[in-house]
């Protein structure tokens, strides 16, 4: 499946530094504007760069007020771009793919993306806790006032799929079954488990899933992720900038975008990625067949089922048979990609919008620095969801490739 020819796609801009802050649980230490500040600093060094590089700031406002001039003077930067699009957990997937557009439209030489959040030390409850807001919005209009929270309406799409797809619940249970096997080789990953009091911290299994603490039917506590605090950064340069930077640079070959709303399509099993999917593959000309590594959002596991799906991995409904067997493990990835090889937000972090990790896992992937190492990886997608998959939703694709 590993593509055998070497790339001839357009390279206009490349991710050159990345850094992932350590720490899931920070317990007031740090705010989310000094977690930004660290994980920037740190990926510039990664790349080689400084701060008076970067021309172009990109963050989707995560704990600060007016968030891009906030971080600019924070920074101590002069941006010509400074991007603040909030479409929840894909923001990052959008940055990436809108700072691409910027340097090849020679706007910007150095773009830094950067994410922090501590809902775990704010004890903010992200499933569960109400979805209203002081805006005249659809989700406080239309759904809140009856109770509709999160992990409700993933609950929703995920018995859906189920009364549709035969194998459905087991094959949720293999998608945790194999984040965690992942999580176990990532050091940072099982210290999350640890501080975050996750009980039992060993490998998995399916029953271990299915007998799980109910949470929302049919979603079991295995099958969500867990609340973490953390923050990351990515750093993408311009082919000139990029080919002078430390490490060797891994291109944005191809990208996608688009969103969902109830007024759409019917469907509730069936996301955004459908289009967002086949709009970055085709930029980038390769298949979903040709993809050594799926960092996919992982809210719950229903989230990556479907999103394997749309994006052509398999066809609609056969989800379940494809992924069997362990299938998406790291050391099998000639049978099928691996599946978010640092352990996912299932078993890895998640402060809230967790774009920004799929494409720093994906990177380490294609330098060959991960924990779960894939061998020869030369092709990587990074699929971000925002909102809520059974509503309104966007979805960012993002096609990386190595020289």
């Given amino acids: ?18 850094y992932e802050y350590p720490s899931r649980k920070v317990e007031g230490r740090i705010s989310p504007l000094q977690i930004k500040a660290v994980c920037a600093a740190q990926a510039l060094q990664d790349a080689g760069l400084d701060w008076c590089d970067v021309d172009g700031i990109y963050d989707a406002g995560e704990g600060s007020q007016m968030s891009g001039l906030s971080i600019s ?34 706007k910007v030489s150095v773009a830094l993306l950067t994410y922090g959040s501590t809902p775990h030390s704010n004890a903010v409850a992200i499933g569960v806790g109400s979805r209203t807001s002081s805006g005249l919005d659809p989700v406080s209009n239309i759904e809140s006032f009856s109770g509709m929270t999160l992990v409700a309406n993933y609950a929703m799409a995920a018995g859906r799929h189920i009364y549709e797809n035969e194998n459905t619940r ?9 984040t965690r096997h992942h999580a176990m080789r990532n050091p940072q990953a ?32 295995l099958d969500c992720c867990m ?4 923050g990351g950064a990515v750093v993408i340069a311009a082919p000139e900038v990029a080919r002078n930077c430390r490490k060797r640079p891994v291109w944005i070959l191809g990208s996608g975008e688009a969103t969902k709303y109830p007024a759409f399509k019917a469907d509730i099993t069936s996301s955004a990625a459908v289009e967002s999917g086949p709009r970055a593959f085709g930029e980038a000309g390769i298949s979903p067949t040709e993809i050594d590594v799926a960092m996919i959002y992982d809210s719950f596991s229903i989230t990556v089922l479907c999103i394997l799906e749309d994006l052509g ?80 939703h966007s979805a960012g694709t993002i096609i990386l490739g190595n020289d």
């Avoid at 609340?227 to 953390?230: K, L, N, Q, V």
């Avoid at 609609?316 to 099928?336: F, M, N, P, T, V």
Wanted: charged share 25%; net charge negative; with cysteine.
């Fill in 1 to 18: 499946m590993r593509a055998e020819t070497k790339m001839s796609q357009k390279k206009e801009a490349a991710i050159v530094g990345i």
């Fill in 73 to 106: 003077e924070y920074f101590g930067v002069n941006p010509s771009v400074i991007n603040t699009t909030n479409v929840g957990g894909s923001s990052y997937e959008f940055h990436a793919a809108q700072a691409k557009r910027d340097i090849a439209a020679g």
């Fill in 170 to 178: 087991e094959a949720m249970a293999e998608i945790s079954v194999v």
């Fill in 190 to 221: 099982v210290k999350a488990m640890q501080d975050l009091g996750f009980m039992d911290i060993r490998e998995t299994s399916i029953d271990d899933v299915l007998n799980s603490r109910m949470i929302a039917d049919p979603l079991r506590l």
């Fill in 227 to 230: 609340i973490s605090d953390g």
């Fill in 313 to 392: 991995f398999c066809k609609k409904g056969e989800g379940a048979a494809w992924i069997a067997d362990g299938r998406l493990r790291y050391d099998r990835a000639s049978e099928g990609p691996a599946l978010n090889t640092d352990g996912g937000g299932l078993s890895s972090n998640h402060p809230g919008m967790r774009g920004i990790f799929l494409l720093i896992e994906a990177v380490r992937q294609l330098r060959g620095e991960s924990t779960s190492q894939v061998d020869g990886a030369a092709l990587a997608i990074a699929h971000g969801n925002g909102g809520m998959l059974g509503s309104r």
